[in-house]
C-alpha cells in the first residue's frame, strides 16, 4: 500500500489482519485466562451515552481497538447490516444472514468526536480488502461504516473523499457506508473475547499486534493508562 509522506489528517496508518471462522470454530472449548478487571454499566448508565456502529473485520479485534479509545465506555460485539432476526454466529460464518460481524460502541462525545472514530475506524483496517480483512475471507468480514443520521453520513463519506485526495491507496476504498438499521449482541463467550482470552493462540498472533500497531499509532486517542 502506497502511503503520502505529508499527511494532514490524524496518523493514518493502516494493518491487515483480523480473526478466521477456522479459529473460531474451537471457541467455546478453549481455555479461559482470568480477565483483567473491566468496569461494568448498567444499561440504564449506556444510554446516557451515543453510539456507533462499525464492522471491519473480526469483532474481537474491532473491539478490543475500540475499548482501548479514550471516551468509549463500552464495545459490543455483534452482527449488523443483514436481514436475518436474531442471526447466530454460524449462520453469520456460513453467509446465510447477510450480516456483517459488527460492533456497537458507547461513546462520550464531550471526550471523542464521531469523526475521530471514523478515523479510528479507517486507521485500523485495510478499507480497499473486498470481503475480507487479512486471513478471512467473507462477506460477513467486509468493510461498513454505519451512520444515524445524515450528519453522520456525510462525516463518513467527506472522510472517504478526504483519503481518496490524497492519494493514500492503489486500490480504492471498497467501505460501505451504509444507514444502521439494526445490531443483534453476539453470544456471550465473544463479548471481550481478546481481555479474556489473552494465551489464546489466535489472540497472541492476530488481534495483539493489531491492537499493539493501533496503540503505537494512534498514541494521542488511548485511554489514560493504557500503553
Avoid at 464492522?55 to 475500540?66: K, L, M, N, P, T
Avoid at 485500523?124 to 454505519?146: E, K, M, V
Wanted: with cysteine.
Amino acid at each position: 500500500m502506497k502511503i503520502a509522506k505529508n499527511i494532514s489528517i490524524i496518523a493514518l496508518v493502516l494493518f491487515f489482519f483480523s480473526c478466521q471462522a477456522k479459529v473460531k470454530s474451537d471457541d467455546k472449548n478453549i481455555a479461559q485466562n482470568t480477565p483483567i478487571e473491566k468496569a461494568i454499566l448498567s444499561s440504564s448508565e449506556l444510554q446516557e451515552y451515543e453510539t456507533a456502529y462499525f464492522a471491519s473485520g473480526c469483532f474481537w479485534c474491532v473491539e478490543a481497538i475500540y475499548e482501548s479509545v479514550k471516551g468509549v465506555k463500552e464495545v459490543v460485539s455483534g452482527y449488523s447490516g443483514g436481514s436475518e432476526q436474531n442471526p447466530t454466529y454460524e449462520q453469520v460464518a456460513y453467509g446465510k444472514t447477510g450480516h456483517a460481524e459488527s460492533v456497537e460502541v458507547y461513546y462520550d462525545p464531550e471526550v471523542i468526536s464521531f469523526q475521530e472514530l471514523v478515523q479510528v475506524f479507517f486507521g485500523s483496517h485495510d478499507p480497499t480488502a473486498l470481503n475480507r480483512q487479512g486471513p478471512d475471507r467473507g462477506a460477513h468480514y467486509r468493510s461498513i461504516a454505519f451512520y444515524e443520521n445524515s450528519e453522520e453520513e456525510k462525516i463518513i463519506r467527506d472522510y472517504i473523499k478526504l483519503l481518496e485526495s490524497k492519494g493514500l491507496y492503489d486500490a480504492p476504498i471498497v467501505t460501505q457506508v451504509v444507514e444502521f438499521e439494526k445490531f443483534w449482541k453476539a453470544e456471550e463467550y465473544h463479548q471481550d473475547f481478546e481481555r479474556k482470552n489473552p494465551n489464546q493462540s489466535y489472540i497472541r498472533a492476530v488481534s495483539v499486534p493489531r491492537l499493539n500497531r493501533f496503540k503505537e499509532n494512534f498514541p494521542g486517542y488511548l485511554k489514560e493508562g493504557v500503553h
